[in-house]
């Protein structure tokens, strides 16, 4: 067991020691950064460790290379997903708290709501003057899937 300890944590050094280089790489990509964090990429996950488990993880990371590394392209892309988490686990508090709707059509209207409320959230928008704008008829803010839109054009430019 030491030994599986000492090379889990070994991995992880090097691992975390990547992300580091991830983060650093977005703010100004450059071609030559590029090249160097796939290289970087290709060594730290052929490592073999002679710990299974881990080995067989190191692998499934591989595999997946040009998902993991889309960042290198788009460096606007989020090198986690820990916002969709966050926005899931307000959901989830939702209905701990109120335990359910009374009918089908109360679950999708609470739904909508809570997405409009995140999206708003996320694109720095009030959700109370969105909705009200939206209510109102006033049509004065602009709408989500536009904003959406622009924060996609935003990270591909």
Known sequence: MPE????????????????AELLKYKPGPTPEKKD?????FDGLFATATGYEDLDARIAKTRA????????LGL??????????????RVQARVRDASYQTRSEQGTK???TFMSINQTAKKLGMGFYDYV???VSGHFKLPSLADLIAQKAQALTA
């Open 36 to 40: 160097r964090l796939s290289e970087q």
């Open 109 to 111: 209207m609470k739904d």
């Open 4 to 19: 599986r300890r000492r090379a889990l944590a070994g991995f992880r050094s090097r691992y975390w020691g990547y992300y």
């Open 64 to 71: 997946n290379k040009a998902e993991l590394l889309r960042v």
């Open 132 to 134: 009200y704008d939206r």
């Open 75 to 88: 460096p606007g892309l989020p090198l986690h997903n820990n916002d969709a988490e966050l926005g899931a």
